[in-house]
């Protein structure tokens, strides 16, 4: 056994935890993310931390397996070439960190695969080798693994799942300039657009009120029945469903973890995506379960720390 | 420098080839499919063929790195669950190989994702470990790689590319049961498919003749500047490229590699699949090239050669 850290870097917080390489977490904290200066102090300040913990708990570099970072960017070979998030530009994640803790390897990777893997090394995902794990947060991220690596791509770019585009007929623009990608219907802003779209020709009751629109605002109106708000779930579930169906007839997973702020509406959501999915399953995806994610905010330093592993 | 065979079965013929693990390809031959008796006597077969190709040449067992075999149905870990063109059931291809062959390690894997593999080995992604291979013939297969391994998926159905839904409104019915499936307009039968819905509804002149219609006579006509075939053309390319640029999304390879029969139209087949897939791509992954595949039907041999390596 040996001691491994997790990091996972955010646009305001960086969380981070020290595991054993067997999977146990035995403390989790966070520090500010000082994004001023191009984000110049980041990797430092973790160095930092890092090298604190050590000392706190007695830990040597000879004890500790590594650092695992997940980084808001497409991660290639450790380096990141923009995080707009963070302030950086083209970094060398992996050869700083490790020029800045001597001895202790460091592993980097993109934030959404990171989760992923922390969900099947500690959570929903654990004892799956073939996962798509899709966070469905202000945008669509996601992960997906095959015999238990992540699919990073040529880019650092694998797994972009939020842009997989579902609807050839849409007119409005996602944030990447296309149209018609799933992030627009299925992210908690892509709900709430949907169920903005359908208030305004709607003439019937529902519980829901136009001003204070969310993902939540849905599923709890859901919950409670409403029909509005349940076409508004079909419609968000068709487009999910569809899209994991096909791909799911490309990578073959034994599971589908759903994560991200909208899987809080918790096992209600998931008929909504199944119905769908089985209707456009191929026959050797049909056993495919789909699942809610259970690491929540933790997803991103285990997976982090399973980088090292 | 060792000897190693690829074998690819397939309904009528058994393509085998003696190569180096450096990848020379010294010879090939054919032997016959025996379906018949529900294949039984497919893989002692492909033994002795084995065996007698080792015995002309005086290669030994020790000069043998193994025996790699594809076939033509899902595999997992060695194991066929069923394969209706050669007539097996369930069959642990991997065991029954390695006790027909003592003292020579087998390895087994779908057709489709071997070819993928022998393209990426030796043919047109070569140097490559990140591509998507597309295989357009009387149905769509095709295989993913990524970082240097086939995704062979939790069921060895991954890859299964001719069953990505394209077309939500479809009600014809592709063979898998399903509706919409890329292989309904992008497979040799499909693309004759959609030549016949447009004929039948045609009111122009065209070189296309409504009782040859095939993927050969469109690509033909296309390279008279025939308007109508063109027409046929854009929309088989907008199916394909618009999935391609789905696929990319998520596994974000280097290569896209187009082989099969279609791909016989040459270079002229390219434009028609690379200005839609360009419309749809994610930016991090325009740069991605699309070719056409340059081993021809070796590529299944080359492939199952590389299973061993």
Redesign the interface.
């Known amino acids: 056994m040996k001691y491994c850290f997790g990091v996972d870097i955010g646009g305001t917080t960086v969380k981070m935890g020290l595991f054993s390489t067997e999977g146990e977490l035995y403390e989790k904290w966070e520090i500010k993310t000082h994004t001023e200066n191009e984000g110049k102090q980041v990797l430092p300040d973790i160095a930092a931390s890092v090298r604190a913990k050590m000392e706190e708990k007695g830990i040597s570099a000879e004890e500790t397996a590594g650092v695992g970072v997940g980084v808001p960017a497409?991660v290639s070979e450790g380096i990141v070439k923009n995080s707009a998030n963070i302030g950086w530009g083209y970094k060398n994640v992996k050869k700083e960190m490790e020029e800045l803790l001597p001895g202790i390897r460091a592993e980097i990777g993109n934030d959404a695969n990171v989760a992923a893997l922390g969900e099947m090394w500690l959570g929903a995902g654990k004892g799956c080798s073939?996962m798509i794990m899709v966070t469905l947060g202000t945008g669509v991220g996601g992960g997906?693994i095959?015999?238990g690596?992540v699919?990073?791509?040529?880019?650092?770019?694998?797994?972009?799942?939020g842009?997989?585009?579902v609807n050839?007929s849409e007119t409005e623009k996602c944030g990447?300039?296309?149209t018609g990608c799933l992030e627009q219907y299925a992210s908690a802003t892509g709900i709430a657009r949907l169920a903005k779209l359908r208030l305004a020709k709607l003439h019937g009751k529902t519980l829901l009120e136009g001003k204070n629109l969310s993902a939540k605002s849905v599923f709890d109106a859901v919950k409670k029945d409403d029909r509005v708000a349940i076409e508004i779930a079909e419609e968000f579930g068709a487009y999910l469903g569809?899209a994991l169906?096909?791909?799911a007839?490309?990578?073959?997973?034994?599971m589908i973890v759903i994560g991200g702020g909208v899987s809080n509406a918790g096992p209600a959501l998931l008929p909504f995506i199944e119905k769908p999915f089985q209707e456009?399953a191929?026959?050797?995806?049909k056993?495919?379960k789909i699942v809610l994610a259970t690491l929540g905010n933790d997803a991103g330093i285990c997976g982090a720390a399973r980088l090292i592993i």
Do not use: L, R, S, W
């Open positions: 497409p073939n997906v095959c015999q690596h699919i990073a791509g040529a880019n650092g770019a694998g797994g972009e799942i842009h997989i585009c050839y990447c300039g296309k569809h169906a096909n791909m007839v490309i990578v073959d997973p034994e456009k191929f026959f050797a995806n056993d495919t």
